[in-house]
Every structure is written in C-alpha cells, then in structure tokens.
C-alpha cells in the first residue's frame, strides 16, 4: 500500500469510529449523513459567502449528549460547528467540509421562569419570541427582541451577541445573561454567572461566551434577566423631506434626555417597497417621504413621545402621528414589519449591519444611496435609530450579470463608509466568516493577541468552529 493508501484508510475508519460514538451519544436517528438530509444545515441566511459539506449533523437532547459530541470530536480532532436556526447573516453557522455540525433542535425547553426572582432557564433551542410570550404570560417581561425574533434561537442570540430595536433602552443578549452552562472542548461542562442580580466572583465569564460565536464553547443552558410586563404601547410616526431632517430629529430627541422603547428609521427606498408591498401610502400627496421614523413608548406617559414629536416637527416634519389605540399602532408597525416580505419579489436580499455615531445616520443612509448608484444594486436602509444600528437591505437577482459580485462590491462599501463615519465592524450581527478581514485592524495587534490566547487556551486542538471570527495563525493548528 502506499502512504496515501494506509492514510486514507486510517482517516475512513477515523470517521467510522467517530460516527459510531456520535450514534452512541445521541442514537441513530439524531446522526444524519445524508447529503440530501444536511443539505438545510450548510449554511444560514448570508449569500455570499461558501459553505462546506459535514461529515455529519447531529442532533443531542441535553447537556450530556453535546459534551458526549464534543469530547468525541475533539478526540478524533473533527471540529464542531454550534447551530441554531440559521437566521445569521454572516457565515458564522455555515458547516464545514469533514466537520460536525451540533444542532439545538432538540434543546427547546423553557426549564424555569422565576417571575418572583426575575429570571428564566433555557435550553439554546428555545425560539426567542417563543420565551418573550413566556415571559409575557407569567406577567414579565424578555426585552432582547432581534428582528428575526420569530424563529431565531436563544442560543445563536447568545453566540452573536444580538441586539434589537429595545436594545438602546433595556439593553442587548449579552446585558440579559445571569448564567450559562457551557460544554468546552474537553467535554467538561462549565458553570458560569450566578442567578441573584449582583456578583463579582472571579471573571465575568459571561461576557468572554456570549459574543464569541460558538468559537470557545457550546452554550447549553442559559439564565436570563427578566423584568416586570411594560405598560402598554404608545405609537407614533413621523415622515421627512430629507434624509438630514430626520437624522437632525433623532440627535435632537437623544438630546432630551428622553429613551423610547422603540425608535427606528427606514430610507425612501426601503419604505416605498413597503408601499408597494401594503397597498397602501403613508401620505396622501407628495409621493414617498425621504425617510420616516417609527416610535414606540412603554414609560405610561406621555413624556417620551411629546418630546419625539417636538423634535419631529422642528425638523420640519411632513407628516407627524401618534397614537394610544393597539389597532392603530398595529397598522402603523405594519410599515416597519414589512420590508422583507416586500424585497422577496425584487430578487435576492442581503441584511447588513452597520453601527454609526447617532449623528452620522443621515450620512451613512446618503453614502449608501451613491453605493446603490455605483453598483447597481438596490440598496436601502432601515435600522435602530436610537442606537446607531442600522441595517442596508441590498437586493440583487443572481442571474443578472456580475450581481453577485456588485451586491458583494456594494456591502464592502457600505461597511467601509461606516468605518469612515467612526463605527465599529459589528454592532450586533457578528464578524462570523462575512468580516473576518477587517478584524484584526478593529482590535489592534494587542487585542488580537489576546483573543489567540484565549481561544488557545480554551480550545487548543481548533475543536470549535474554525474560521469564523478569525483563523489562527500558521504558527497554529488550522482546521477549517
């Protein structure tokens, strides 16, 4: 036999041994290897960027069965992938060729909510709007609340660090966590955190896993803060000229002091596909507005929006309209909710993300409108005014010529624009496999040092995840 021969057999009954113990772990059923079957695992909701073929999907129950995975893998030196529903929009879940992909598809439970102490325990499976109307019927409240809340899962919340519209009010993913437990690459299990509301034992562990894109552990089991139900939403919604007049509203509104539960922007672009989409017009005359602002209040007074108003209308707003009746503000989010479904007809979308100074929104929306004239893709912008997060929805239809390559053109410009204005690379999606070249430059040479660190000290055989976020060095294994 020659070398590749002896090598090739050693490598298959590798595989075979490692599969055996997979099907130990987890039983047959949950062990799938049929291309067809993990062909809906490969990759999640971002184009452009590749994913491999696994060498199996898996699909553990509880915390034992993934340390079960884990230690196998790590044994054998197969990486694991973390997934979740794959809403991401970064590659961050995309599988990997040989790898094993671990799915939470079975961790769905809502273990405890302990509306007396303010919390609830999670498996990462648990769908986040699913545990926001647990919370709800207990009489709290879960305020992380990503767009995709309606399918995406607790745990890929957690490896992103996600955010949301309620995030500049009530705080992100990270700001929620009172405890995880989580399965590192040995298959020990970690307990991190604490559930009482203060505790500075030690590191804060809490803040090292969550963010860190299922690079340094499997998150299996969450604690998370939970507050008391809000009063009742107050809508309001008002509609500019300018781009530069509803960005001036924004920092003029910040300025107050004032903090709504809700306040998010969408461009003329974005809004006049909802338009089209609904059926219906926000104003009577003038065609679409340049941009419009949504709002919501859940302070019970009418402090939060009297001051967005004043705001709105001394930035010369064409159009401004609150309202108290649920029905009301329902047909008014109804704008907001409905720019996907109204891109679907347009070709294929990209959801991008970007984080700006709250002054430099306007700027931002205006460079993506020469980024669409350049490219000659669509480009439109909605986001999370009160915090500087917003996302440019670029639309391109695959079989056009080059549309792939000028919708790729069109999100490094956009990100370089941001970068321009003063943001950082990511403010709640991740770097996952989309951004990784721009890492290294955001963190400095130190800062990537001590990244390397911990992930090597955390994960020293490269078990977890290999290329997402960033790649090791030559001087250290790869994997990917």
Request: charge should be negative.
């Amino acid at each position: 036999m020659t070398t590749d021969s002896i090598r090739n057999t050693a490598q298959d009954t590798g595989r075979r041994e490692l599969l055996a113990l997979l099907v130990q772990a987890v039983g047959a059923a949950h062990v799938l290897t049929d291309p067809d079957v993990t062909e809906q695992y490969r990759r999640d909701m971002q184009p452009l960027v590749g994913a491999g073929r696994p060498l199996a999907v898996v699909r553990p129950a509880c915390t034992s069965e993934v340390a079960a995975v884990i230690a196998a893998c790590t044994r054998h030196g197969v990486p694991v992938v973390p997934r979740g529903a794959g809403s991401g929009m970064t590659g961050a879940a995309n599988a990997q060729d040989g790898a094993v992909t671990i799915l939470t598809s079975r961790m769905t439970a809502i273990l405890t909510i302990d509306a007396a102490a303010g919390y609830a325990v999670v498996q990462p499976g648990v769908i986040t709007l699913d545990l926001i109307r647990a919370a709800e019927a207990a009489g709290m409240f879960y305020a992380p609340d990503p767009t995709s809340s309606d399918w995406c899962t607790i745990g890929g919340n957690l490896a992103n660090g996600s955010g949301g519209p309620h995030g500049s009010k009530y705080g992100v993913t990270a700001d929620a966590v009172l405890a995880l437990e989580v399965v590192l690459a040995s298959g020990r299990v970690l307990a991190t955190g604490r559930h009482t509301l203060k505790g500075v034992t030690g590191y804060d562990l809490n803040r090292l896993f969550v963010g860190s894109e299922g690079t340094l552990g499997f998150i299996t089991q969450a604690t998370l803060r939970l507050t008391r139900r809000r009063p009742a939403l107050t809508t309001a919604v008002a509609a500019f000229a300018s781009v530069e007049e509803a960005g001036r509203a924004v920092t003029d509104f910040i300025a107050t002091g004032q903090s709504l539960a809700l306040l998010e922007i969408m461009d003329q672009s974005c809004f006049a596909a909802v338009e089209t989409h609904l059926g219906s017009r926000l104003l009577d005359e003038g065609g679409t507005p340049a941009a419009v602002l949504f709002a919501q209040s859940d302070s019970g007074t009418r402090a939060e929006l009297a001051a967005f108003e004043d705001a709105a209308r001394a930035n010369g707003a064409i159009l401004s309209f609150q309202t108290d009746d649920p029905a009301e503000g329902e047909m008014i989010m109804g704008y907001w909710r409905g720019l996907e479904a109204a891109l679907e007809p347009l070709g294929t979308w990209i959801l991008h993300e970007v984080t700006v100074p709250r002054d430099r929104l306007a700027a931002l929306i205006l460079s993506a409108a020469d980024i669409a004239a350049e490219t000659g893709v669509f480009v439109g912008v909605h986001g999370h005014a009160q915090d500087g997060t917003v996302h440019p929805m670029i639309v391109y239809r695959p079989d056009a010529e080059s549309a792939s390559e000028r919708a790729g053109q069109a999100y490094r410009l956009i990100l370089q624009a941001a970068l321009d204005l003063g943001g950082p690379v990511t403010g709640e999606h991740g770097i996952g496999r989309m951004k990784t070249e721009y890492l290294a430059d955001a963190l400095g040479e130190v800062g990537l040092e001590v990244h390397r660190a911990i992930k090597a000290a955390l994960d020293p055989g490269g078990t977890f995840n290999p290329g997402s976020m960033f790649s090791f060095g030559p001087e250290e294994r790869r994997t990917s």
